[in-house]
T-cell receptor
Framework: DTAVSQTPKYLVTQMGNDKSIKCEQN?????MYWYKQDSKKFLKIMFS???????INETVPNRFSPKSPDKAHLNLHINSLELGDSAVYFC????????????FGPGTRLTVT | QKEVEQDPGPLSVPEGAIVSLNCTYS??????FMWYRQYSRKGPELLMY????GNKEDGRFTAQVDKSSKYISLFIRDSQPSDSATYLC????????????FGSGTQLTVLP
């Protein structure tokens, strides 16, 4: 049983395109996150939602728009993709009161050419 | 200067060695200290967490926090090839909606 799943696992696209990444968790958590991991393995928070409400919104270009249809799902839409967007994007989830214990998905490796 | 600094390595040790991984930080508000392990092409997974200062042991792993020095460590005893991974330290302040701040990770290889 997959706890946190992401689709797609790999995404190769050209500059200027729009793409979406989907995330689902079946752990019953109320909080979900999007992280970006660059080529040097640095993992940085982008957004966090608690019960469909945005609670963390880091300095991220407004080309990135998260959307949480319900507390088990968190999607990430990226407009006008740029070369610098190439990275691995991780979804994670936790209980709000235990945000130190986050469960990560397998990642989506985005390559922009 | 980053809030959390971690030596990226790579670190290579023989099987059975004791491994010491470290992070330093600058934000005095950090109260929760975590170690995540990330295998190649996988998502990070939580190994251990510690609240405030002190030590915590779990099997072959020991986490130490020294808040006075703003320094945390993870020790791995009797290291195994299966421990080969990138180890990420992470920290957060108290309160709800705590945001984790990660170190850049240390890549560890345990040679058989």
């Amino acid at each position: 049983d997959t706890a946190v799943s992401q689709t797609p696992k790999y995404l190769v696209t050209q500059m200027g395109n729009d793409k979406s990444i989907k995330c689902e968790q079946n752990l019953g958590h109320d909080t979900m996150y999007w992280y970006k991991q660059d080529s040097k393995k640095f993992l940085k928070i982008m957004f966090s939602y608690n019960n469909k409400e945005l609670i963390i919104n880091e300095t991220v270009p407004n080309r990135f728009s998260p959307k949480s249809p319900d507390k088990a799902h968190l999607n990430l839409h990226i407009n006008s993709l740029e070369l610098g967007d190439s990275a691995v994007y991780f979804c994670a989830s936790s209980h709000l009161g235990s945000s130190y214990e986050q469960y990560f998905g397998p990642g989506t490796r985005l390559t922009v050419t | 200067q980053k809030e959390v600094e971690q030596d990226p390595g790579p670190l290579s040790v023989p099987e059975g060695a004791i491994v010491s991984l470290n992070c330093t930080y600058s934000n005095s508000a950090f109260q929760y200290f975590m170690w995540y392990r990330q295998y190649s092409r996988k998502g990070p997974e939580l190994l251990m967490y510690t609240y405030s200062s002190g030590n915590k042991e779990d099997g072959r792993f020991t986490a130490q926090v020294d808040k006075s020095s703003k320094y945390i460590s993870l020790f791995i005893r009797d290291s195994q090839p299966s421990d080969s991974a990138t180890y990420l330290c992470a920290m957060s302040p108290s309160g709800s909606a705590r945001q984790l701040t990660f170190g850049s990770g240390t890549q560890l290889t345990v040679l058989p």
